[in-house]
């Protein structure tokens, strides 16, 4: 069954391109320091005493973070797929119509799931998701659907119990990543690049992403959103870039308890974000897609498992939308 908006042909493409190596401690050095001393100077001299000078370090900070992440990420062979982004066009379906198939739990880690794929022909990056703690598969598939359209395969499951705790449902998602790359029917066949794979989850789904990114360094990308785990473990290990994303009102998974704590045990080394949503709870991302996090996760997962440079503009793309901000 096809999904999707947009006209595929005119718009959905996928190309290869080669893009220069940058050379990312100089370069971000050097536009950290001008933007400061610019931040500065209008602090000082021109805005001393107006509430303007607090917007515009905001506005200029948005930018600094957008430059650090491109600067560092030393893009080489990156792979652009689909027209060049804009905020409008992130915060709606991709310009991919995809199709769906279903994977049996028949003989699986996993209880079931549903791929979802773009129509056009190419090779994508594949990501799996997977539901929280009593939560059906229902509950991440608009996320899930919504991250194909805009140029990925993604396969979202069901878990063996929807109780099963973070550690099982992080072998859950890298066996969806297995069963996924080994399809051999379906629409599916013959679009899936297995050298770019990722993780992503809600709650113990987000956990179990953490865990899984953790402990498989060659994934490309991670994305937990409002992550429920008890360890840090795996995290304190984490080589993989990793996007973390939660509502200040959440009590089940609170930033305090749980993503905050998650955030600082990922090295400083490697890649990470983390994000808190004013007011949003627990279930912003059940059953909806929610922003800021949709945008984020496509920005995330097109800057680091397609290496991608044009999306780092949007890590933030507004920082107004973010309760709080923070990334290496």
Known sequence: MAMGRGDESRFAHARLTEQPKLEGLSLFSFL???MTFVW??????LF??????SMLKKHLLSHVLALGLLASSSLSQA????PNPTLASMKADGPFAVSTQTISGSGQAFGSATVYSPNTAGKYALIAVCPGYVSAESAIQPLARRLATHGFVVVSIATKSTINWPSSRATQLLGALKAAAALTTGPVVGKIDTARQGVAGWSMGGGGSLEAS????????ALPWAPWHTSTTAMAKSK???AITVGTADTVASPSGHSQKFYNAIPSTTKKLYGTIQGGDHFIYSGKVNEPASYTNIAWAKLYAD???RYSPFLPANLADWASFTAN
């Open 214 to 221: 953790g402990n498989t360094p060659a994934l490309k990308v």
């Open 79 to 82: 792979v652009q797929i689909g």
């Open 32 to 34: 950290f320091v001008s």
């Open 48 to 53: 001393p005493h107006t509430i303007g000078v």
């Open 307 to 309: 290496g991608d440079s």
């Open 240 to 242: 993989v870039p990793t």
């Open 40 to 45: 500065s100077f209008l602090g000082t001299y």
